[in-house]
C-alpha cells in the first residue's frame, strides 16, 4: 500500500465551479499535513498547511481526520488559474529529521 | 523568501559518466533533501541531511550519494549514470521539524544517453 494515496484525474471542472479532492495516508504517527500546488514543468510549492480543526485560505479550505487517516481540500469558485496537480503531503519525524512524503498528485484542469 | 537554487535546468550526460548535481539555499536552513520526480511515481526521496557533514538515505539512494560539506550546499552524485536515472531532480530545504513544509528548487531535469 502507498504510504499517500490520492485519485490521479484528471479532474476537469468548469469555471466557478466547487471541487473538493480527498487524500489518504498510511502511517498513523505521521505530524503534519500539506497540500502542494504544482504547475507544469516547475517546482511544488506549499499551497497550505492542513490542521486538525480545518482551516481556510480564501477559497481554499483544508481538512483533515485522523481517526480515518484522511486530508482533504475544497477549492470554491474554480479559476483558470487554478488549474495545476494538487499533492498531498505527509510529515513523519523520524528523530533526526522530518520527512515528506508525497501523494502522486491530483490533476486539475479548469475550463471556461 | 527563502531561495533554493539548483545549478542547473537541463543536464544531458552519457551513461557511465560521473555527474554532480549542485543546490544552495541562503536561508541557513538546517535540513536539506533531494527529490526525483517521474512521471505516475511522484517524489521520491534520495537522500536528505539534517546537518552539515551528516547525511541519510531516503527511500531509493541506490545509484547515488551526497555531500554536505558546508551548511548552505547540499550535493547529489550520480556515480556511473544509468539511463534509469533520467528524471527531474528536486532539491528542498527546511529550517526545523518541517512543520511548515518545504522550499524547493526550479529542479533538474537530467537526461542520460
Known amino acids: 500500500r502507498k504510504e499517500v494515496e490520492q485519485d490521479p484525474g484528471p479532474f476537469n471542472v468548469p469555471e466557478g465551479a466547487t471541487v473538493a479532492f480527498n487524500c489518504t495516508y498510511s502511517n498513523s504517527a505521521s505530524q503534519s499535513f500539506f497540500w502542494y500546488r504544482q504547475d507544469c514543468r516547475k517546482e511544488p510549492k506549499l499551497l497550505m498547511s492542513v490542521y486538525s480543526s480545518g482551516n481556510e485560505d480564501g477559497r481554499f479550505t483544508a481538512q483533515l481526520n485522523r481517526a480515518s487517516q484522511y486530508i482533504s481540500l475544497l477549492i470554491r469558485d474554480s479559476k483558470l488559474s487554478d488549474s495545476a496537480t494538487y499533492l498531498c503531503?505527509?510529515?513523519?519525524?523520524?528523530?533526526?529529521?522530518?520527512?515528506?512524503?508525497f501523494g502522486t498528485g491530483t490533476r486539475l484542469q479548469v475550463t471556461l | 523568501d527563502v531561495k533554493v537554487t539548483q545549478s542547473s535546468r537541463y543536464l544531458v550526460k552519457r551513461t557511465g559518466e560521473k555527474v554532480f548535481l549542485e543546490c544552495v539555499q541562503d536561508?541557513?536552513?538546517?535540513?536539506m533533501f533531494w527529490y526525483r520526480q517521474d512521471p505516475g511515481l511522484g517524489l521520491r526521496l534520495i537522500y536528505f541531511?539534517?546537518?552539515?557533514?551528516?547525511?541519510e538515505k531516503g527511500d531509493i539512494p541506490e545509484g547515488y550519494s551526497v555531500s554536505r560539506e558546508k551548511k548552505e550546499r547540499f550535493s547529489l552524485i550520480l556515480e556511473s549514470a544509468s539511463t534509469n536515472q533520467t528524471s527531474m531532480y528536486l532539491c528542498a530545504s527546511t529550517l526545523g521539524s518541517g512543520g511548515d513544509g518545504y522550499t524547493f528548487g526550479s529542479g533538474t531535469r537530467l537526461t542520460v544517453v
Open positions: 541531511s539534517y546537518d552539515v557533514k551528516m547525511k
Open positions: 536561508m541557513d536552513h538546517e535540513n
Open positions: 503531503v505527509v510529515n513523519l519525524n523520524t528523530g533526526t529529521a522530518s520527512k515528506l512524503t
